[in-house]
């Protein structure tokens, strides 16, 4: 058995003690250790784009970064996007009005990557956006929602900073 170490993750605002084993994923550690369970395992292999989360504002899959990675860094999952009252972040809002999911298992995904498409300047042409979001898989084929998701919220967004 590998030798446990003791941490501290900041998840969402939040200090987190936990003691994990250094093998243990950012991906199991929010999901089995935290009860985080809003960030998807799909693939655990890095291909799908299920398990994107913000670390220190970039987006990471954290199905390939160690939780110990993580320590001493800000990490922001699907569940601290929204307000502390509930209201949702822009980028949630727009996938509700557009419709973008189906089955709903890679939204946390596409939304956390969405976040950072807009974040980083991507969102400027559809062809921008389906470059950027081309990590993140749909299985059930939701992207034409998805797109016009990310260009409502880019424009609402944009139109806030104006």
């Known amino acids: ?52 989360v913000h670390v220190d504002g970039e987006r990471v899959l954290a199905c390939l970064t160690l939780a110990v990675q993580a320590e001493g860094r800000e990490v922001t999952t699907i569940e601290g996007l ?38 980083e300047g991507h969102a400027g042409t559809d062809a921008e956006i389906r470059e950027f979001m081309a990590g993140n898989l749909c299985r059930c084929g939701a992207y034409n929602g998805i797109v016009a998701a990310v260009r409502k919220a880019a424009q609402s967004v944009e139109g806030a900073t104006a």
């Open 1 to 52: 058995m590998a030798s446990l170490r003791s941490m501290e993750l900041n998840i969402n605002g939040v200090l987190h003690a936990v003691t994990l084993e250094p093998r243990v994923t950012l991906l199991d550690a929010l999901r089995e250790h935290l009860g985080l369970t809003g960030t998807k395992k799909g693939c655990d292999q890095g291909q799908c784009g299920a398990c994107t």
């Open 82 to 119: 929204s307000g502390e009252d509930g209201t949702l972040d822009v980028v949630q809002q727009a996938f509700l009005e557009e419709d973008a999911f189906q089955c709903g298992y890679c939204t946390p995904g596409q939304v956390m990557s969405a976040v950072a498409c807009i974040r």
